[in-house]
């Protein structure tokens, strides 16, 4: 045992030394040890939670009354229940039979397997030729084609007059989108897409054209995917200038690895950003930056002032600061730092939870009868408003007595310092409650990170930005993304000068002639419009 002026250090507990000290200073032990104890028990509890234990956050009032509350009844009305249910099974029909299937798609491509019969079946037993009165279609099922490789050869002809031999050259009018590469656009198309948005990596794609007889080098491929992405950064752009004419922008990010050969583990740390438009200008673009810092947000939203909804990072109010934007921070963010206290305080983080619920079945209620704007402030001004006037009450009792350290102490003080941001949703009826569409987008690269693992350089977050922004858009607008990129790369490479922003997911149009149009999955606009007709 050490002493340093009034305040005890103990550097070993063994009995002498706990035998010398005095009762406060013991007291003041048993305190610290008891805090330690508890914090590690929490830290263990969330560990357990995170590996084993159910992901969602619904949370369900343990003051439920059950529909069919058994457990109260006596034996003997048990007893009579049971028998009239028993009687009851018995009087009722029986069940219908299950579902049948799903209708067959109208827009897919339909072939017919019809054998004819052979010379012995066409003939009958009078000696006349039997003729065809009818057909039954006896099943009708899927099928598809195998992936097939074949080379395609970019052919120039010469013409030559045999009179006068004079002579001019026909230059094909194929398409390079990678000029005097080899691969052609369709490939290249099934590769973006499987690389990002199937998320299957380069190194496995690989391996499926080998088996194909056919070695293209992962570099070569990596290669490929940077060029695609420079054909469509135009497109990107263009959505970019759609993106800062919105009202409102939802924003989260998420870390990603990226190579770096400089570093002792080869690895570094980069982020990639979503920030997703209005309801009026439905874009989502992705944008990769080598940190987490203010930067990211200050730099891709210049000048933005309208509402920046997402979580409470500082390089979101320092762009709010800035530009004069309004920064709404997301409930659902705050309502799960009470769901992982709940398991060191039960009861007081199910009151809060309750209140939540109370909560978000308010904007349920709204979206459910579509609401406009003007009624969704209403509605929030006169049910939303009394219970955030309760949840602040309740804060402020039991902030005094939370252990600042601990899980439920941290979820209080964070509502507490963000209180105003956390209400700003009730300014404008077309703002969210929480962020969770922005952080739903974070899925491509949660699930992404378990088959690639990481970028091999920052030009690839690059490039993985401009892809995804892509396909988000594309998933978020119901188009199918295999047509879109097509289509678009073909417009782009046969001429650079078109209008981007018609072919922003949103409102392109598809342009290919008939004849290669069906050669392309349909995208749902598509068939909803044949269907219409």
């Not at 800062?244 to 990603?256: E, F, G, M, N, Y």
């Not at 619920?357 to 308010?362: A, G, N, P, R, V």
Request: net charge neutral.
């Amino acid at each position: 045992m050490k002493k340093s002026g009034k305040r005890t250090r103990i550097t070993e507990l063994t009995p002498d030394v706990l035998d010398q000290l005095d009762q406060e200073t013991l007291v003041g032990l048993i305190m610290k040890l008891f805090e330690q104890n508890k914090q590690l028990s929490e830290q263990l509890q969330a560990f357990m939670h995170e590996k084993y234990g159910r992901k969602t956050e619904k949370h369900e009032d343990p003051n439920q009354l059950r529909i069919l509350p058994v457990d109260t009844l006596n034996p003997k009305d048990q007893a009579s229940d049971s028998a009239e249910a028993e009687t009851e099974k018995k009087s009722q029909p029986p069940k219908k039979p299950g579902h049948s299937r799903n209708p067959m798609p109208s827009h897919l491509k339909r072939r017919t397997l019809e054998r004819q019969p052979n010379d012995n079946e066409r003939m009958c037993k009078c000696g006349s030729d039997r003729v065809k009165v009818n057909s039954v279609v006896r099943n009708t099922r899927f099928e598809c084609i195998p992936v097939t490789m074949y080379i395609e050869e970019i052919v120039d002809s010469v013409w030559e007059c045999p009179a006068c031999h004079d002579t001019i050259i026909v230059e094909s009018d194929a398409v390079e989108p990678i000029v005097n590469g080899t691969t052609g656009p369709r490939l290249l198309v099934k590769i973006a897409e499987d690389r990002w948005l199937n998320h299957s990596p380069v190194h496995r794609q690989q391996q499926i054209f080998a088996r194909l007889g056919v070695d293209v080098a992962r570099s070569t491929m990596c290669g490929w995917m940077g060029a695609l992405a420079s054909t469509y950064r135009s497109v990107y752009d263009c959505m970019k200038t759609e993106l800062l004419k919105s009202k409102i922008i939802a924003t989260d990010d998420t870390p990603v690895k990226v190579q770096d050969r400089e570093k002792k583990s080869n690895i570094k740390r980069g982020h990639e950003w979503i920030f997703m438009g209005d309801k009026d200008h439905p874009v989502s673009l992705f944008h990769y930056t080598t940190g987490r810092s203010r930067a990211g947000p200050r730099d891709f939203l210049p000048g933005f002032k309208g509402f920046l909804q997402g979580d409470c990072f500082s390089g979101n109010r320092a762009l709010c600061a800035e530009t004069g934007a309004t920064f709404v921070a997301c409930r659902a963010h705050d309502r799960r730092y009470y769901k992982k206290a709940r398991p060191n305080n039960k009861k007081l983080c199910d009151e809060m939870l309750q209140m939540y619920k109370d909560l978000f079945e308010i904007e349920e209620t709204a979206r459910e009868l579509n609401l406009s704007a003007e009624q969704t402030v209403l509605i929030r001004q006169q049910e939303a408003v009394p219970i955030l006037t309760k949840i602040k009450s309740w804060l402020d009792e039991h902030v005094v007595t939370a252990l600042p350290s601990s899980s439920f102490g941290k979820a209080l003080t964070y509502s507490l310092n963000n209180w105003d941001a956390l209400n700003n949703y009730l300014l404008d009826g077309d703002l969210r409650i929480d962020n969770n569409l922005a952080e739903q987008q974070m899925k491509f690269f949660a699930t992404g990170r378990k088959n690639w693992y990481f970028f091999g350089s920052d030009e690839a977050g690059s490039t993985a930005s401009i892809m995804l922004s892509i396909f988000s858009t594309c998933l978020r607008h119901n188009v199918e993304p295999g047509a879109y990129l097509y289509d678009v790369l073909l417009q782009l490479t046969a001429n650079p000068d078109c209008d981007k922003r018609e072919l922003m997911p949103h409102l392109w149009k598809p342009q290919m002639p008939a004849a290669e149009m069906a050669d392309v999955n349909d995208t749902p606009k598509v068939v909803s419009a044949s269907r219409k007709s």
